[in-house]
T-cell receptor, first 115, second 113 residues
Framework: GAGVSQTPSNKVTEKGKYVELRCDPISGHTALYWYRQSLGQGPEFLIYFQGTGAADDSGLPNDRFFAVRPEGSVSTLKIQRTERGDSAVYLC?????????????FGPGTRLTVL | GESVGLHLPTLSVQEGDNSIINCAYSNSASDYFIWYKQESGKGPQFIIDIRSNMDKRQGQRVTVLLNKTVKHLSLQIAATQPGDSAVYFCAEKVNTGFQKLVFGTGTRLLVSP
């Protein structure tokens, strides 16, 4: 079946602009996660959704970052007033639910470049 | 604090050799660990996991060892193949009521034919 998909695969924007990154999780997965991966580093947790609600957004770096999941499926990560330091690969993952051993399946990521 | 790190940034091996990738973690309360493989341009892919009540777990060509005394984790890959070339991450599941993963920096495995 289809895995986690993310669009666009690449996004180049200018400093100060607004961007939206989309994640389509695996059908039936209620849990959705966003991570950010800087060059040469491991992914860093941003936010977690269980259904429609953001259960934990403690990883969002500041109030320029916001994410939604209005219908409990597709999620959008929104970044306002982008800065060069926001350049990274943004990864989305989904899992069946909260249970401790539910594997997180990752999408290919969106590479964001802020000029 | 919570952190997971790796000893070696790059590991080069010959095809057919066994590879060992190491990881140190600092949160002694962590009870679940995962190894991921990440190929260029792709997201991390689950390889194998282990709970803290185990010392060893084996999969297909891979074995994970956990030493809780020194907070050390290792991934062993038998008969390494060129297709194993990738960056490998260990990740720690933090018990926050959901599956918050804390990743290490990663080790790049290069397999020469």
């Amino acid at each position: 079946g289809a895995g986690v998909s993310q669009t666009p695969s690449n996004k180049v924007t200018e400093k100060g602009k607004y961007v939206e990154l989309r994640c389509d999780p695996i059908s039936g997965h209620t849990a959705l996660y966003w991570y950010r991966q800087s060059l040469g580093q491991g992914p860093e947790f941003l936010i977690y959704f269980q259904g429609t609600g953001a259960a934990d957004d403690s990883g969002l770096p500041n109030d320029r970052f916001f994410a939604v999941r209005p219908e409990g499926s597709v999620s959008t990560l929104k970044i306002q007033r982008t800065e060069r330091g926001d350049s990274a690969v943004y990864l989305c993952a989904s899992s069946l639910g909260l249970a401790g051993d539910n594997e997180q399946f990752f999408g290919p990521g969106t590479r964001l470049t802020v000029l | 604090g919570e952190s997971v790190g790796l000893h070696l940034p790059t590991l080069s091996v010959q095809e057919g050799d066994n590879s060992i990738i190491n990881c140190a973690y600092s949160n002694s309360a962590s009870d679940y660990f995962i190894w991921y493989k990440q190929e260029s341009g792709k997201g991390p892919q689950f390889i194998i996991d282990i709970r803290s009540n185990m010392d060893k777990r084996q999969g297909q060509r891979v074995t994970v060892l956990l030493n809780k005394t020194v907070k050390h984790l290792s991934l062993q890959i038998a008969a390494t193949q060129p297709g194993d070339s990738a960056v490998y991450f260990c990740a720690e599941k933090v018990n926050t009521g959901f599956q918050k993963l804390v990743f290490g920096t990663g080790t790049r495995l290069l397999v020469s034919p």
